[in-house]
């Protein structure tokens, strides 16, 4: 359930800017989301849509643009991965190192003016 | 009336740009009064109140040492270090899954730390939400303790990518599970190069001196 907090930040940060540019409703919030944050989209959704009722962000839809890791390998370079890798993707050689996949953002809004 | 149409705004913001700040506002806070704060994480069970008290024994000057526990409900972790004659406070967190920074920054203000040197604060036991939210610590530590298994690193990559400190605890149980403890420093390293891995038993004592020393030089170190 720690999708709550997060839907929680989502919708302060959409209202305030929606207020901010004087919008009459937001239609949809661009995020950034890590593979290693463990949130799953649809609770994420499920709970940003039942916080925004009766706000300007109600019905606004999530879409989610996913942040893979990158697993750098000394002999193949960078590959990435949609989960946590020990070894690298190409060549299977461990001894890795494993960057990204922990964004949480938000990149846009999309509202009516 | 401006025209009306569909618009896109550029935000760019961090989701947790509000408890940044209040990190951000906790380390000002330490770096000003030269404390050094550890941040503990585990599950439920791995030996976080154990660590605590082991290090309350390390120090001699009780006065130096102040401690926050987290727990969702009650105090029993609060009282049971108060016994220990150290400044402790209790933050329960009720239905949120990890200490925000926000409670512990107006926990600190209420606290006297004129004298503290080393700030420890338990996590609420959890390897998945504490590990999202930094709460300003000079160094985070997470224990994994032998009975959950070695695939640990694998299945809660972030606590371990976000770790300073990684403590194995409870080796005096390892003839008795299966547990890889080649397999866990490999998965650790992987998620954080310079990770320092420290293999402890609380009830031998085994490995627990390391630990200590290393903590101690990491804390005179920033405080003195």
Known sequence: ?113 | MGASGNVRIDVGRSILQSADEAAAAIRALLSERRIYALNLLSSPGSGKTTLIEALLSRFDGKGGVAVVEGDIETEIDAERIRRHGVQVRQINTRSTCHIQPSRLLAVLREMDLSATRLLLVENVGNLVCPAEVPLGEDARVVLLSVTEGDEKPLKYPLVFRTSDLLVITKTDLLPHVTFDVDRVRRAARAANPSVEIFEVSAATGDGMSALLDRIEALRAAKSG
Do not use: Q, W, Y
């Open chain 1, 1 to 113: 359930m720690h999708e709550l907090g997060v839907a929680g930040e989502i919708l302060d940060v959409a209202l305030s800017e929606a207020a901010r540019h004087a919008a009459k409703k937001v239609t949809s919030i661009r995020l950034r989301v890590g593979v290693l944050r463990g949130i799953e989209p649809e609770n994420l959704s499920f709970l940003f849509g039942h916080l925004a009722r009766g706000t300007p962000a109600e019905g606004a839809t999530l879409d989610i643009v996913e942040d893979p890791v990158r697993v750098e390998c000394e002999a193949c370079g960078v590959s990435e991965a949609a989960s946590f890798a020990l070894e690298c993707p190409r060549c299977k050689e461990s001894g890795v190192s494993v960057t990204g996949g922990d964004s949480l953002s938000i990149l846009s809004l999309d509202v009516e003016a």
